[in-house]
């Protein structure tokens, strides 16, 4: 090792130890995992003294609260060898609660190969978790008393309409009355959505393998493949295609994208779900085409923003392709879309595939 890179690594050392974030590194060759070395930020945050830590395994943080998802996932991750992030409830040397966002990965002796230690950044993030608990529990609150008074509405509608005669100029008033008040759940119900995504933690909930032809099996009993006005083709998929997802969320993003392609497209237009290889090995594309109105390039630069909509004129609330965007990218995919006005829109899930996989 040159003197430059001496002085580098002894510099890097000296960072570590000065940063507000706590790192403790564990010994992964000794009975019980314990550790070894903990910095000074580390003591901050827990309260612990370094003596008071060498030697025992990081679980003691955890104190009985040893079966959180992100805990388990860091286990796992440990077992497997890999570097992982989750953000889990610790505990103080007074017993108080503190949530952690904690970054683990392995360390390799650089002639063998062999995992020798792991190592952990913390990062107190308990102001945050309580500011994204307190908006959920106004969001909730919001939309539970958005909700009753709508219900009302609705109801009163929808009696006022079966009293009034069919050819009465008031039913088209209080049709689109009725059209509002829906319009306002749905929007409630996204943001509610939305909100749900937002203060999750954990980076990617519940993915796990999912077989593409089942949740393509699923859509038709979700939306009928004819429902009357368009024919929904889903092109044949090999049942051996397994993609990393969260099942129920990726039917969510399904059905949301179905949905638009039959509120955009005319009536007696063909709507295709069609799969194929990713650019990359270990990705696979699905994308839904349909023959609507497509979109202009700038109307597909701002697709992806809150309440954005291309056409005012379609029923819908502005959030649907956002949560389908968050979905995704919660799910380790993305989505993209490519579209020419008066001729139709393609939207394209990217999604990794369990193993390689050919057509």
């Not at 992964?28 to 945050?45: K, L, S, T, W, Y």
């Not at 608990?133 to 958005?146: G, I, S, V």
């Not at 630069?301 to 649907?320: H, K, M, V, Y």
Request: aromatic residues 6%.
């Amino acid at each position: 090792m040159t003197g430059i890179e001496t002085q580098l690594h002894a510099i890097v050392a000296q960072a570590l130890e000065q940063t507000v974030n706590g790192l403790v590194i564990a010994d992964m060759r000794a009975d019980g995992q314990p550790i070894v070395h903990v910095n000074a930020g580390f003591e901050r945050i827990t309260g612990y003294r370094a003596g008071e830590v060498i030697g025992r395994n990081c679980r003691f943080l955890q104190g009985f609260d040893n079966q959180q998802p992100g805990v388990v996932r860091m286990r796992e991750a440990v077992a497997r060898g890999e570097p992982c992030t989750a953000v889990v409830r610790n505990y103080r040397k007074d017993g108080s609660l503190f949530w952690n966002r904690v970054e683990i990965g392995p360390v390799h002796d650089a002639a063998s190969g062999e995992l020798t230690h792991y190592f952990a950044l913390q990062t107190d993030v308990t102001a945050e978790q309580e500011a994204l608990a307190l908006r959920e529990r106004f969001l909730n609150n919001a939309a539970h008393e958005l909700r009753s008074p709508l219900g009302t509405i609705r109801g009163f509608v929808e009696l006022m309409q079966m009293r009034c005669p069919r050819d009465d100029p008031n039913q088209d008033l209080l049709a689109t009355v009725h059209r509002q008040a829906d319009r306002v759940v749905d929007l409630v119900d996204d943001m509610l959505v939305l909100a749900e995504l937002e203060t999750t933690t954990e980076p990617s909930p519940g993915v796990q393998p999912v077989q593409l032809t089942a949740v393509l099996g699923r859509l038709h009993d979700l939306l009928p493949p004819d429902d009357g006005l368009h024919r929904v083709v889903i092109e044949p998929v090999r049942p051996d295609l397994w993609v990393q997802a969260h099942a129920q969320r990726l039917e969510q993003v399904l059905v949301n994208l179905l949905s638009n392609a039959m509120k955009y497209s005319p009536e007696g237009g063909e709507i295709r779900w069609s799969v194929r290889p990713g650019r990359e090995n270990g990705w696979v594309c699905l994308s839904v085409s349909d023959p609507g109105v497509g979109m202009t390039a700038d109307e597909q630069s701002r697709l992806f923003t809150r309440f954005f909509r291309a056409r005012t004129d379609i029923p819908g609330t502005g959030l649907g392709l956002v949560i389908v965007r968050e979905l995704m990218e919660r799910m380790g995919g993305h989505i993209t879309v490519s579209s020419q006005p008066g001729v139709g829109t393609t939207f394209t899930l990217h999604l990794r595939t369990v193993s390689p996989w050919t057509f």
